[in-house]
């Protein structure tokens, strides 16, 4: 079927879009090596400080403990005093993508080597402020002992912002590097570059130039490929979910291109094919700049494209202001698509004739054909020049919180929750959470930059905003107080039968918020106060009166009882730690396929939530 036969100019309201168009993001469609874990043989003579596990804790309070449980499934460094080895991979890579989680013991150091040289630091910088480049995430520092004391130290660069987590919670990395590049003599024509860093969902290094190996490589030289280090004689730490994808295939190439640039966006597939071209040639680039219209204009490509290699290959096609298709011999890859489209396709080794069409029609829009491939052992990369527009004229509308900050919007939650009576509660420890009037609840808490307000306030927005740190949900958000006949019985979904009247929140003198409702006719102060260092949330629940059954709802999902009121929910995603329940005993209960951690409640409940 032919879907190319129209090409409506667009109507309705000039909006704005988000084409996610990333040049060297990380892709769904790619051959992932997973490392095994059962067992050290991924890895070239570990020493004996290297162990595999099936659990591992950290001490909240001693210095570099990590209590390990036996089995398989987590690599653990436990270096002790002596003999400590940096853990090697036998696999050498060149251009790669990392990603694993790691938990960081108490006061721990660790590293990651990309090719044994370049190293991203570990660090536990749990409660940093304004994290250097020795910090948790950051690129390390080169070094040079012939400068004066104080400036040895060189090119290091800090992550953006500190998204680490507390010891003993696991860390989730994702890195993208690309190896330094030489010529046929050996000699390097361009620096190597960590292309990303993403720490706990949050962006912290970008499109770094790495002028060369960092303190602590194993050797001072460079070259396209190596191993990737784990550093063993610091401190403990563990790793988990290993993932490597390498990058050693060569990349597709277009060949036999030809063009043809027709008046009028608008047209049909048969109009086109009865139309004589404004224009036509060959060119060396697939681009939008051989149109010398900007607007209502047909672009029709052919060409060849070639593949070295037996595939699933994954396209993205952006075409800003219109529609486009992109065809591989005569089937449709990218089907008819507004502004932006993917697909995927089988291909064999050899040749592929292919057609694309770019039809523009809204004039506000810029043309900026753009065309990129992924495969296996291919990293994402443009087939078209390098005019690509993400077609978004807005720019971020962030809130920071240099002070105490309240902020009233709506809130999404995964699962397709929106939080209708959101209050966001930020502050200058960088530490930010965001309260439910209707259940009584906090549910999200983030660490860095406060909110992006940018879908609530630009042009007619839709009243939301979105974390701009590390947020962790908190779970589906319920009622958090709760009558119940008896410990086993039910929770309720919302806070229908409970008399349930939020009463707003009163400031104190430093701007904190006091949250204030009435349930089962009893008032009830709601207060939270930040930890030292941002660690965490101190919580205090005041009731005007007890009453008999009463419960308090503090966390749902995979519960872990760790000791002396100390809880890990969610596989170790952060803690839930009970301060004083005045004497009340905490219970954790299998509810509907997951676990509960309630409490009973008289007239005072403290606890903290850390991450």
Request: proline share 5%.
């Amino acid at each position: 079927m032919d879907c190319f036969n129209q090409f409506p100019k667009l109507s309705g309201r000039k909006k704005f879009w988000i084409v996610c168009f990333c040049l060297l993001g990380y892709q769904q469609l790619r051959a992932q090596n997973v490392v095994s874990l059962n067992d050290l043989s991924f890895f070239d003579n570990p020493s004996s400080n290297w162990k595999v596990a099936a659990g591992a804790q950290a001490d909240m309070v001693q210095d570099e403990v990590l209590t390990v449980k036996d089995g398989t499934g987590i690599l653990v460094n436990l270096p002790g005093k002596k003999g400590a080895k940096d853990l090697f991979t036998k696999t050498v890579y060149g251009d790669a993508d990392l990603e694993l989680d790691y938990m960081m013991a108490k006061g721990s150091n660790s590293g990651i080597y990309l090719q044994g040289r370049y190293e991203i630091q570990l660090l536990d910088s749990w409660g940093t402020v304004n994290p250097k480049s020795g910090d948790n995430g950051g690129i390390y520092e080169r070094w040079d002992d012939s400068k004066p004391d104080g400036q040895q130290g060189y090119d290091g660069h800090a992550p953006r912002q500190n998204a680490s987590r507390a010891p003993g919670l696991w860390q989730h990395m994702k890195i993208s590097f690309q190896a330094p590049r030489f010529d046929g003599k050996g000699q390097k024509i361009a620096n190597a570059k960590v292309l990303y860093v993403w720490l706990n969902g949050v962006l912290i290094q970008d499109n770094v130039e790495l002028s060369g190996p960092t303190r602590g490589a194993f050797d001072k030289g460079e070259t396209a490929t190596g191993p990737l280090r784990l550093q063993g004689d610091h401190g403990a730490v563990a790793f988990r979910n290993i993932r490597i994808i390498n990058y050693d295939k060569p990349q597709p190439m277009l060949s036999n291109l030809k063009y043809w640039v027709y008046k009028g966006g608008d047209i049909t597939m048969d109009e086109y094919k009865k139309l004589k071209p404004e224009s036509e040639g060959t060119s060396p680039v697939l681009s939008s700049n051989q149109s010398k219209l900007n607007n209502d204009f047909l672009l029709r490509y052919t060409g060849n494209i070639q593949v070295k290699e037996a595939g699933v290959y994954a396209f993205k096609l952006s075409v800003p202001g219109g529609k486009g298709i992109f065809r591989i011999n005569g089937t449709d890859v990218v089907a008819l698509s507004e502004n932006a489209g993917q697909g995927k396709v089988q291909l064999q080794a050899g040749d592929h004739p292919f057609e694309l069409f770019y039809s523009k029609t809204v004039d506000w829009a810029k043309p900026a054909l753009g065309l990129t491939i992924a495969g296996p052992g291919v990293r994402e990369y443009l087939l078209s020049d390098a005019n690509v527009s993400n077609n978004d004229p807005v720019d971020p509308i962030i809130i920071s919180a240099a002070s105490n900050t309240i902020v009233r919007s709506f809130s999404d939650l995964p699962g397709g929750i929106r939080v209708t009576h959101g209050v966001n509660v930020g502050s200058p420890g960088l530490l930010h959470y965001t309260y439910d009037l209707d259940k009584g609840m906090i549910v999200q808490i983030w660490r860095g930059g406060f909110l992006d307000a940018t879908p609530m306030w630009h042009d007619r927005g839709d009243g939301s905003s979105r974390p701009a740190g590390s947020v962790q949900y908190l779970g589906k958000p319920v009622p958090a107080i709760e009558k119940l006949h008896d410990a086993n019985a039910a929770w309720g979904l919302d806070t229908a039968g409970t008399g349930y009247k939020p009463k707003g929140y009163v400031l104190n003198a430093d701007d904190v918020p006091a949250f204030k409702y009435l349930i089962y006719g009893i008032p009830v102060n709601d207060a939270s106060t930040l930890m030292d260092k941002g660690q965490g949330i101190h919580r205090e629940i005041t009731l005007a009166n007890g009453v008999d059954g009463l419960f308090y709802h503090l966390a749902s999902g995979n519960i872990e009882t760790l000791g002396n009121g100390l809880y890990a929910i969610d596989d170790k995603s952060y803690y839930i730690r009970i301060d004083d329940a005045g004497g009340a005993k905490p219970l954790v209960r299998d509810a509907n396929g997951k676990q509960e951690l309630i409490i009973p409640i008289q007239k005072k409940l403290t606890y903290s939530i850390i991450l």
